[in-house]
């Protein structure tokens, strides 16, 4: 009794160090804080309405393009993977989180053996049949499965964080790209204006030319005017084709029903309503489902640390067994078996250390990613803010300038159709006001590239967007940036 008894109090003892000890396993590096300044520097572009950001899309009050967006959005091969990893990843965390509890396995068994032969060498034929069960549990004592849980679980938010990114950027690049189309079909057709009143110059010369009032040269000059304009209207019509190509590959490959939603949809340039940013920069980060991301992987990571500490020290399981035999020769036994088992690491070669050395190094490589994307995104939204006050203020000098070197056109032409003004004074006239225009529609076109680009920059309204499966749905957590 006595020698039990001191086993008892020695393992015990052991249990109790093991516990203590474990205590200093837990890893002692924290989720890093990121210093940003607490409001924007960019001046804000508050000329319009307000909106929120989920309903953004609706505010172009354009059919085609929402009806592209949910195209694309229903058959990108994209999205489809970023859906695949949420899967994988919840896999992942079920198989982790199965090693929380007992395993439990059995098996069964049916022979019947015998051999023949002559007199004492003939075994009679007999019948065995067996079933065992077994079972095995690994106690966390220092949080190795837990933390591996954890981790686990953890990235699961991180794979629907990344959808939810992959998603804001489909609809962002849609677009932009559509808005390019309808600013290069505005393009175009003012191209296919200026060709067609230049070949009605190249008429009206041409017979001034052969009545003797006016020199060859300037006939040389209105038919190069012409050619120049025409090589450029080809090469305008050619990027269009280029723009629909790539929203064809972003909305599944349709290219007829892409270009029927074009057809349909407004020719303007679409406008949105302009949406508030008062947020501070912490809080309009947050809604960034790829800074969501990030975060959540400097977590998971944390986590691994803490399971590749836990697993410099011993485990402790409990194991059991039973088995049930019958035979009709020995008749029918049941032996089992049940205890505990303490599996202490003595040496390894430097490998758990290794691992220890491995996990922090991803830990210090998530907090530099996450880091990096921090300042990244506040660059972004800077800079969109910044640009989309440029554009604000560029776009009413450029209409004043369009409107009046349009007029100041029109004045030159009625003079040199009265002969009072050279065709060289005219040319010069129309290139002038047909830049001025041009410039002007590229202006509005990159006026509204930009809202989209903030529309991005700031996450999209992904964490209460409805356009997304539920299952998929997530709020962006407040932790501290």
Same mark, same amino acid.
């Not at 998603?167 to 505005?186: H, K």
């Not at 209105?222 to 280029?242: D, H, M, N, P, V």
């Given at each position: 009794?006595?020698?039990?008894?001191?086993?008892?109090?020695?393992?015990?003892?052991?249990? &109790?160090?093991?516990?203590?000890?474990?205590?200093?396993?837990?890893?002692?590096?924290?989720?890093?804080?990121?210093?940003?300044?607490?409001?924007?520097?960019?001046?804000?572009?508050?000329?319009?309405?307000?909106?929120?950001?989920?309903?953004?899309? !609706?505010?172009? !009050?354009? #059919?085609?393009?929402?009806?592209?967006?949910?195209?694309?959005?229903?058959?990108? #091969?994209?999205?489809?993977?970023?859906?695949?990893? @949420?899967?994988?990843?919840?896999?992942?965390?079920?198989?982790?989180?199965?090693?929380?509890?007992?395993?439990?396995?059995?098996?069964?068994?049916?022979?019947?053996?015998?051999?023949?032969?002559?007199?004492?060498?003939?075994?009679?034929?007999?019948?065995?049949? !067996?079933?065992?069960?077994?079972?095995?549990?690994?106690?966390?004592?220092?949080?190795?499965?837990?933390?591996?849980?954890? +981790?686990?679980?953890?990235?699961?938010?991180?794979?629907? *964080?990344?959808?939810?990114?992959?998603?804001?950027?489909?609809? &962002?690049?849609?677009?932009?790209?559509?808005?390019?189309?309808?600013?290069?079909?505005?393009?175009?057709?003012?191209?296919?204006?200026?060709?067609?009143?230049?070949?009605? $110059?190249?008429?009206?010369?041409?017979?001034?030319?052969?009545?003797?009032?006016?020199?060859?040269?300037?006939? &040389? %000059?209105?038919?190069?005017?012409?050619?120049?304009?025409?090589? @450029?209207? $080809?090469?305008?019509?050619?990027?269009?084709?280029?723009?629909?190509?790539?929203?064809?590959?972003?909305?599944? *490959?349709?290219?007829?029903?892409?270009?029927?939603?074009? /057809?349909?949809?407004?020719?303007?340039? #679409?406008?949105?309503?302009?949406?508030?940013?008062?947020?501070?920069?912490?809080?309009?980060?947050?809604?960034? #489902?790829?800074?969501?991301?990030?975060?959540?992987?400097?977590?998971?990571?944390?986590?691994?640390?803490?399971?590749?500490?836990?697993? %410099?020290?011993?485990?402790?399981?409990?194991?059991?067994?039973?088995?049930?035999?019958?035979?009709?020769?020995?008749?029918?036994?049941?032996?089992?078996?049940?205890?505990?088992?303490?599996?202490?690491?003595?040496?390894?070669?430097?490998?758990?250390?290794?691992? /220890? =050395?491995?996990?922090?190094? +991803?830990?210090?490589?998530?907090?530099?990613?996450?880091?990096?994307?921090?300042?990244?995104?506040?660059?972004?939204?800077?800079?969109?803010?910044?640009?989309?006050? !440029?554009?604000?203020?560029?776009?009413?000098?450029? $209409?004043?300038?369009?409107?009046?070197?349009?007029?100041?056109?029109?004045? /030159?032409?009625?003079?040199?159709?009265?002969?009072?003004?050279?065709?060289?004074?005219?040319?010069?006239?129309?290139?002038?006001?047909?830049?001025?225009?041009?410039?002007? @529609?590229?202006?509005?076109?990159?006026?509204?590239?930009?809202?989209?680009?903030?529309?991005?920059?700031?996450?999209?309204?992904?964490?209460?967007?409805? =356009? +997304?499966?539920?299952?998929?749905?997530?709020?962006?957590?407040?932790?501290?940036?």
């Amino acid at each position: 009794m006595k020698a039990a008894h001191r086993r008892n109090v020695g393992i015990g003892s052991i249990a &109790a160090w093991l516990v203590v000890s474990g205590c200093t396993a837990v890893a002692d590096l924290r989720k890093p804080e990121v210093e940003i300044a607490n409001v924007w520097h960019a001046t804000f572009p508050h000329g319009g309405r307000t909106s929120d950001l989920v309903s953004w899309w !609706s505010a172009f !009050s354009d #059919p085609s393009l929402t009806t592209l967006i949910a195209t694309a959005q229903s058959k990108s #091969p994209g999205l489809e993977a970023a859906t695949a990893e @949420i899967e994988s990843a919840r896999a992942t965390l079920a198989s982790a989180h199965s090693n929380l509890f007992p395993g439990l396995s059995g098996a069964a068994s049916l022979t019947r053996s015998g051999a023949g032969g002559n007199g004492a060498s003939e075994v009679a034929a007999s019948t065995k049949m !067996s079933g065992s069960l077994d079972a095995a549990w690994e106690i966390d004592l220092f949080g190795k499965v837990r933390q591996k849980s954890e +981790a686990a679980r953890l990235r699961v938010d991180e794979r629907i *964080g990344d959808w939810h990114g992959a998603r804001v950027s489909l609809a &962002a690049e849609v677009a932009d790209y559509y808005v390019q189309y309808r600013a290069c079909r505005q393009l175009e057709r003012t191209y296919t204006a200026e060709v067609a009143s230049q070949r009605e $110059t190249i008429r009206a010369t041409d017979m001034a030319a052969a009545s003797g009032f006016t020199s060859s040269s300037d006939l &040389a %000059l209105a038919r190069a005017g012409a050619a120049s304009s025409a090589s @450029i209207l $080809t090469a305008q019509r050619a990027e269009c084709e280029l723009l629909i190509k790539s929203l064809t590959r972003l909305t599944g *490959g349709d290219e007829p029903r892409v270009r029927n939603l074009l /057809v349909k949809g407004r020719s303007d340039i #679409p406008t949105p309503k302009t949406f508030s940013v008062a947020a501070v920069p912490a809080d309009a980060l947050r809604q960034r #489902p790829d800074i969501n991301a990030l975060e959540l992987e400097v977590s998971a990571s944390l986590a691994e640390v803490g399971a590749a500490k836990a697993d %410099l020290y011993p485990s402790l399981s409990l194991g059991g067994s039973v088995t049930i035999g019958s035979s009709s020769l020995t008749g029918t036994s049941a032996p089992w078996s049940f205890g505990p088992a303490l599996s202490i690491p003595l040496f390894n070669g430097g490998g758990r250390r290794a691992a /220890v =050395a491995s996990a922090v190094a +991803a830990y210090d490589l998530a907090v530099a990613a996450y880091k990096s994307g921090v300042l990244d995104a506040v660059a972004e939204v800077e800079t969109a803010l910044v640009r989309i006050n !440029s554009t604000r203020r560029r776009i009413g000098d450029a $209409t004043v300038a369009a409107h009046n070197y349009r007029a100041y056109f029109n004045a /030159v032409d009625s003079n040199w159709k009265a002969g009072g003004a050279s065709l060289l004074d005219r040319e010069t006239a129309r290139r002038a006001a047909q830049s001025a225009e041009l410039s002007l @529609i590229e202006i509005r076109r990159d006026s509204v590239r930009y809202w989209i680009a903030l529309y991005k920059a700031l996450g999209g309204g992904w964490n209460t967007s409805a =356009a +997304a499966s539920g299952t998929l749905q997530k709020k962006p957590k407040g932790n501290q940036l």
